[in-house]
T-cell receptor, first 116, second 110 residues
């Protein structure tokens, strides 16, 4: 199957700082990527849909000014958590749709963010 | 809106069979997918059903009944490595963003 990578895998930062997470599709082009957040022992909650060359679409309740998404190329989407606070500590996962099989999404390995 | 219900936890022994049910409510239906996620890992795609019936892939099978808004994932010949969380999910439109169920944590014991 297709490969999606994320960087970094784990980050610890101080409250008030910004953190950038990268999501790359390694062997295919992804015009659309998705960003999810997952708290311990809970399900994946979609935060936003990242569209190459246009603005991201945010889910209800997700602050677009706090979670900045940029999808500048067909293989890279970035999520920046601005002015992070302890409640932003979570597991952030991106996914990309398989261009050959639209019903399949490939997920990155996730980024564990801890805000102190 | 969309919502999916699945049991929170199932425990079984090695070699057993486990069925994870998923009932869904959607404004439009574009298929039901199943994903597996080990602790600390990424979800991995298991199966997709767009039409009624059973899809078999090795030890795992997935079933769909659109008239009942219901599906299940069947895990056969359970192995220790099958201990993980399993999520059912539906897209909001064909190939679009997914809404996930709450997940079922499967614990396989020796």
């Amino acid at each position: 199957g297709a490969v999606v990578s994320q960087h970094p895998s784990r980050v610890i930062c101080k409250s008030g700082t910004s953190v950038k997470i990268e999501c790359r599709s390694l062997d295919f082009q992804a015009t659309t990527m998705f960003w999810y957040r997952q708290f311990p022992k809970q399900s994946l909650m979609l935060m936003a849909t990242s569209n190459e060359g246009s603005k991201a679409t945010y889910e209800q309740g997700v602050e677009k000014d706090k979670f900045l998404i940029n999808h500048a190329s067909l293989t890279l989407s970035t999520l920046t958590v601005t002015s992070a606070h302890p409640e932003d500590s979570s597991f952030y996962i991106c996914s990309a749709r398989d261009p050959g099989h639209r019903e399949t999404q490939y997920f990155g390995p996730g980024t564990r963010l801890l805000v102190l | 809106g969309q919502s999916l219900e699945q049991p929170s936890e199932v425990t079984a022994v090695e070699g057993a069979i486990v069925q994870i049910n998923c009932t869904y409510q959607t404004s439009g239906f574009y298929g039901l997918s199943w994903y597996q996620q080990h602790d600390g890992g990424a979800p991995t795609f298991l199966s997709y059903n767009a039409l009624d019936g059973l899809e078999e892939t090795g030890r795992f099978s997935s079933f769909l009944s659109r008239s009942d808004s219901y599906g299940y994932l069947l895990l056969q010949e359970l192995q220790m490595k099958d201990s993980a969380s399993y999520f059912c999910a539906v897209p909001q439109a064909a190939g679009n963003k997914l809404t996930f169920g709450g997940g079922t944590r499967v614990l396989v014991k020796p």
